[in-house]
């Protein structure tokens, strides 16, 4: 009777306190296994030392207990240098191309009626269906010399520019423009759904206040449009610099084999090269290259709220 009343009462803390419990501690147990603990690895690889054993790497011994020559590397090898140069720009560009494409796809999705809304954003996220392999191949077939799309464009530049020396075929393949351009057209949908999401929120009440007192359209999206719309486009802006800075199969298929960016750079340490804590070094570089700032601009934000909220409440 006693062991059955303890259960009972097990079941009932259980269904009173234990499912919050477990949601709240779901997200921090799946950080800790999938984030915290793989990076702690990563870093004590850094540290480490090449040697040709199985796994190439050792501590102690002959080899030093932590060995900073992979850190140093970063600093005078060229070669990472100009990765990480490469990476910034090239994800950089792409964010910011996004960012002027997708915030008026996000905004029109805003103004449309809701049966056309459900409509184009299921168009938004077609590509998703589709193998990101494959989009990028048919990607290469369109940039390849003989294809209709460098046709089309080589005689459009040639009737632009009939002073210029005539071209047979435009140079897209194995360039920064075409890895440009195929980030853009997969990292788009990153930046259009975030954005949509925010805009989505915005009260059209007040855009219409502003009409009203005589504001111009576009004195409305620079004034009160845009400035409620900086958290969907940090957060899209993320959600694409972050992966393309990263990315390895599109500089792989479509880039410059002589100028690499950081992906294919940690690639071919762990796998040609079996330089495992170079790489991880390198990698572990790129994430404090791209959380510092991250982690600076919330300090800064939730700092700026705190201050409003503040003064909010200090007013009479």
């Known amino acids: 009777m006693d062991e059955a009343r ?11 306190r234990g499912w919050a419990k477990v949601t709240v501690a779901t997200p921090y147990v ?7 603990v793989p990076f702690v690895i990563v870093v004590a690889m850094s540290v480490a030392t090449r040697t040709p054993t199985a796994p190439p790497f050792g501590y102690g011994g002959e080899n030093p207990v932590i060995n900073w020559e992979n850190y140093q590397r970063l600093f005078t090898d060229t ?4 990765a990480y140069f490469s990476s910034i720009v090239n994800a950089g560009i792409a964010t910011v191309f996004c960012l002027l494409i997708g915030y008026p796809m996000a905004l029109g999705l805003t103004r449309v009626g809701k049966r056309w809304r459900n409509v184009l954003l299921m168009l938004v996220i077609l ?36 002073e ?17 351009l195929v980030m853009v057209y997969s990292y788009l949908p990153f930046m259009i759904l975030p954005l949509f999401a925010n805009l989505e929120k915005l009260d059209p009440a007040l855009d219409e206040a502003a009409m009203d007192l005589g504001s111009r359209p576009f004195q409305v999206f620079w004034d009160v449009t845009l400035p409620q719309s900086w958290p969907g486009i940090v957060a899209g802006g993320l959600l694409v ?12 298929l479509v880039g410059n084999a002589g100028q690499p960016m950081i992906g294919r750079v940690i690639s071919d340490e762990f796998s040609a090269a079996r330089d ?31 201050e409003a909220e503040a003064r909010e409440r200090g007013r009479p």
Request: net charge positive; hydrophobic share 60%.
């Open 241 to 252: 610099f972050i992966p393309a800075s990263g990315e390895l199969i599109i500089p792989t």
């Open 79 to 82: 070669l990472y240098i100009r």
């Open 127 to 162: 590509p998703f269906w589709t193998s990101f392999l494959l989009r990028v191949y048919a990607w290469m077939g369109l940039m390849g010399s003989n294809s209709w799309f460098n046709r089309l464009l080589t005689s459009w530049w040639n009737a632009l520019v009939p």
């Open 276 to 306: 495992w804590p170079m790489a991880s070094a390198v990698a572990v570089a790129l994430l404090m290259l791209l959380v510092v700032p991250i982690m600076v601009y919330t300090y800064l934000e939730g700092r700026a709220s705190r």
């Open 30 to 36: 799946w950080l800790l296994l999938f984030f915290l």
């Open 164 to 180: 210029s020396m005539e071209l047979r075929a435009i140079q897209m393949m194995n360039t920064d423009f075409a890895v440009v």
């Open 6 to 16: 303890r259960t009972s009462r097990l079941l009932s803390w259980f269904n009173q």
